[in-house]
T-cell receptor
């Protein structure tokens, strides 16, 4: 069954710690995206990747890093430089221009 | 750059009543338009999309939306809502030249019995 898998569903971070959120897809889509969702603010783009080994900063990239070593995988690292990391993180993919984005079920990150 | 405005952050409505969720956008280029629904602690699911052609678009779960180019709007409607429609709804636009999405801030639809 094709889809996007985000793990873990819930994640807790200690002060000064880096954490990595996983996003895996088997839709054979070229483009992958990471969004941050905060209450009342909609979705804000963190990073996106159109092809393997290439990615671009979105609107709120500070304090985050990504890699795209495989087409299927686009992990997001929330670094200690991100001072307000508590949010719901969504990974999305799309296959071509004019096609809608497909979303994973999200990871909720909280601070201990 | 594009922007999307959802004027209503919350919309309460009684079951079986009609509902309209408003979405306005601004863009200097042609856009594609989408509505998504999000249930608690889940990702976004596509309700419907407008790419071209007929300005009235029908989607899943009985929802429809109408593209109005002169008013730069893409309002979502349903003639009779159910309790199960309680969720948050997001309007989104993407530039036809570059597949970057812009999302509205969301509208929480609360259907009461």
């Amino acid at each position: 069954d094709g889809g996007i898998t985000q793990s873990p569903k819930y994640l807790f971070r200690k002060e000064g710690q880096n954490v990595t959120l996983s996003c895996e897809q088997n839709l054979n889509h070229d483009a992958m995206y990471w969004y941050r969702q905060d209450p009342g603010q909609g979705l804000r783009l963190i990073y996106y990747s159109q092809i393997v080994n290439d990615f671009q900063k979105g609107d709120i990239a500070e304090g985050y890093s990504v890699s795209r070593e495989k087409k299927e995988s686009f992990p997001l690292t929330v670094t200690s430089a991100q001072k307000n990391p508590t949010a719901f993180y969504l990974c999305a993919t799309d296959g071509a221009m004019n096609q809608p984005q497909h979303f994973g079920d999200g990871t909720r990150l909280s601070i201990l | 750059a594009q922007s999307v405005t959802q004027l209503d952050s919350q919309v309460p409505v009684f079951e079986e009543a009609p509902v309209e969720l408003r979405c306005n956008y601004s863009s200097s280029v042609s856009v594609y338009l989408f509505w998504y629904v999000q249930y608690p602690n889940q990702g976004l699911q596509l309700l419907l999309k407008y790419l071209s052609g007929s300005t009235l678009v029908k989607g899943i779960n009985g929802f429809e939306a109408e593209f109005n180019k002169s008013q730069t709007s893409f309002h979502l409607r349903k003639p009779s809502v159910h309790i199960s429609d309680t969720a948050e709804y997001f309007c989104a636009v993407s530039d036809v030249n570059f597949n970057k999405f812009y999302f509205g801030s969301g509208t929480k639809l609360n259907v009461k019995p």
